[in-house]
T-cell receptor, first 117, second 111 residues
Framework: GAVVSQHPSWVICKSGTSVKIECRSL??????MFWYRQFPKQSLMLMAT?????????EQGVEKDKFLINHASLTLSTLTVTSAHPEDSSFYIC?????????????FGSGTRLTVV | RKEVEQDPGPFNVPEGATVAFNCTYS??????FFWYRQDCRKEPKLLMS???SGNEDGRFTAQLNRASQYISLLIRDSKLSDSATYLC????????????FGTGTRLKVLA
């Protein structure tokens, strides 16, 4: 089945630094990649939708200058948390769909647990 | 009102029990519906799609009621390994498909 590889799995960084998270679609082309954030005991909240070769669409309340998204190829999308602060600590997860698959569900990356200290 | 609402639980049930979860959604134009399973600190995994005619996959049965705007998941003969959070997902289309997640219902199957 479709696999989305997400790295790193977890990262601890100092306040003020930037962290890049990568999501790669393996064996399929991901025209669209979705980025979510999940705080403890809460649902996944869509942050932004990235489309290959164009600017990402951000959800209301998500700062585009803080969460930089790049989707330069059909198999790679990145999310950079710039100048991270402790309140950015969360579980970040990407998802994409193999458009050639009969399964209409989306495949998720394994997630990145970010802790900002 | 949230777009997708679920009872967060937890539902504590004994092994072998039958348990059902409901999920309501507010957007009548919603197009597709899914149940995902999420284990603690892991990514969600697709459990099953939900069709208007209802569908079954082994011990799991999903139903959709468009008129009342709710979907349900029934788990028969619960196993310990069914313990997880079950997420209701509804998609809408506005230029691109958006996945809207419910907060999830936590299930604990007890020995």
């Amino acid at each position: 089945g479709a696999v989305v590889s997400q790295h790193p799995s977890w990262v601890i960084c100092k306040s003020g630094t930037s962290v890049k998270i990568e999501c790669r679609s393996l064996d399929f082309q991901a025209t669209t990649m979705f980025w979510y954030r999940q705080f403890p005991k809460q649902s996944l909240m869509l942050m932004a939708t990235s489309n290959e070769g164009s600017k990402a669409t951000y959800e209301q309340g998500v700062e585009k200058d803080k969460f930089l998204i790049n989707h330069a190829s059909l198999t790679l999308s990145t999310l950079t948390v710039t100048s991270a602060h402790p309140e950015d600590s969360s579980f970040y997860i990407c998802s994409a769909r193999d458009r050639d698959s009969a399964n209409y569900g989306y495949t998720f990356g394994s997630g990145t647990r970010l802790t900002v200290v | 009102r949230k777009e997708v609402e679920q009872d967060p639980g937890p539902f504590n049930v004994p092994e072998g029990a039958t348990v059902a979860f409901n999920c309501t959604y507010s957007n009548s134009a919603s197009q597709s519906f899914f149940w995902y399973r999420q284990d603690c600190r892991k990514e969600p995994k697709l459990l099953m799609s939900v069709y208007s005619s209802g569908n079954e996959d082994g011990r799991f049965t999903a139903q959709l009621n468009r008129a009342s705007q709710y979907i349900s998941l029934l788990i028969r003969d619960s196993k310990l390994s069914d313990s997880a959070t079950y997420l209701c997902v509804v998609t809408t289309f506005s230029g691109t498909y958006k996945y809207i997640f419910g907060t999830g219902t936590r299930l604990k199957v007890l020995a």
